[in-house]
């Protein structure tokens, strides 16, 4: 078995538990939001549906109906309680601006329950770090982009708690934070799916805390503590939870503790086909001479 294969029914127990206090805490996941967004504004596009492949409480569907308010969105979460707060708060941001329309669906990036070529626009923030084949998750992601459609999304790299993993050294045998994947392997990976002219970029992000179990709290209430299969099943012991606890002291800096993250952005586009259904190579004549 591999130790850091996410458990889903744990991932949306954890997703559905945090839900009702998820924004209070969901501090980091706003702003790199909001970056995306801003990255927007080099992009020229007029998408008619828009898939928010993990939209958690709704933030950022809101916002992405704000900016398009002609586009259907189609929310889609892993757990259903984060639909509910979605569904919740949508209410007044559509008599807003002007009842934006919205579908929300409870489904898996991995297998997304949409049909081949639905949405011209697929925006994913913080969610694919929880996917476990995370190449079959841009194939699905590809299926139902119509040609020239977006992607866009934001994930998490290797160096995301990076605190946390020096400090969980020698404390147990235990797998206690999730495997996280290079930026450079992300981008082959969106080639390989059939996505053209992919852009990556990375940039770190750090939180800071006034004692260890603020950290870790902060991780629970947004449902990211660790959901891989090599973790523990219990609680932490006491002479485990001392160890962590002396090991994360030693990177107080300036009299905070540092949680970084290291943010990777993406996008890419899905290409014209170059073949019709039953193989015949299209050729373009619309060449300007």
Known sequence: ??????????????????????????????????????????????????????????????RLAQRYPDAQMVALDIAIGMLHISRGRSGWWQKLFGGARQAQVCGDVEALPLAANSVEMAWSNLTVQWCNDLPAAFVELHRVLKADGLLMFSTFGPDTLKELKQAFKGVDRHNHLNRFTDMHDIGDM????????????MELLTLTYDDVRSVMQDLKTIGAHNATAGRGMGLMGKRAWAGFTENYERLRSGGKLPATFEVIYGHAWKPQPKHTSDGRAIIRTDFNL
């Not at 007029?46 to 492949?53: S, W």
């Open 1 to 62: 078995m591999n130790e850091y294969l996410i458990d889903k029914r744990q991932l949306r127990r954890a997703f559905n538990r945090a839900a009702a206090n998820y924004d209070a805490a969901a501090v980091l996941q706003r702003e790199v939001c909001t970056r995306m967004l801003e990255r927007l504004e080099y992009i020229r596009l007029q998408p008619a549906r828009i898939l928010d492949a993990g939209c958690g409480t709704g933030w950022g569907t809101r």
């Open 190 to 201: 969106l080639a390989h799916s059939g996505f053209a002219e992919p852009v990556m970029e």
